[in-house]
């Protein structure tokens, strides 16, 4: 899945404890992406001026660090540390793993090349693999992220907040007030 589709969809997991605090949502939501880190390694390569060398570390890194069973673990046990909640942490916990899930499901390359999740890594070789792997641009990454996209403004409107709190409160005040206005029952 696309890191736009992981990063919504880890704030819709935050927004399964309307409680927490808007930190708190902000590190649930950005959990959803944070496996993602391992693909830096394409910005590495470019920076070094060669898409071959950003091809290469992607294709080796990505998948392979952050995508893992013991990263999880790491990354919600630093922001439950970070956020002083392990209530927090068990929510970044479920947001890791919908990512690991979104990308078994949904992120088979145009080669047709199936990224499989080393789940286990160090230790075991096991990799997390689903046949049934579709393409990244596929119908139903689409149909999954419209969807998300529904339920989002769906509760922006009713709690007052959407996923762009996690850039600036003002902004999310203005983007939730624009949702408000077009979405306003009017009366007859």
Do not use: K
Not at 2 to 12: N, Q, R
Not at 155 to 177: C, K, N, P, Q
């Amino acid at each position: 899945m696309a890191p736009a589709s992981h990063l919504l969809i880890g704030w819709l997991t935050a927004e399964a404890d309307p409680t927490r605090s808007r930190r708190d949502r902000f590190w649930i939501a950005l959990a959803g992406v944070l496996p993602d880190l391992d693909g830096i390694g394409v910005v590495a390569g470019l920076l070094c001026g060669s898409w071959e060398l950003a091809q290469r570390w992607y294709g080796e890194w990505h998948h392979a660090i952050g995508h893992n069973l013991l990263a999880a673990l790491a990354m919600a046990g630093a922001i439950g540390l970070w956020c002083r909640s392990w209530r927090t942490a068990g929510l970044a916990l479920v947001s890791l793993h919908i990512h690991l899930l979104g990308d078994v499901i949904g992120s088979r390359g145009p080669d047709g090349y199936q990224w499989p999740i080393p789940y286990l890594v160090p230790f075991h070789d096991w990799q997390w693999t689903w046949d049934g792997q579709w393409a990244l641009n596929a119908w139903q990454n689409t149909v999954i992220t419209l969807a998300a996209i529904v339920v989002s403004i769906i509760l922006a409107v009713r709690r007052g907040r959407w996923v762009t709190e996690v850039v600036s409160a003002r902004f999310d005040a203005a983007v939730v007030a624009v949702f408000r206005r077009r979405l306003a029952r009017r009366p007859g």
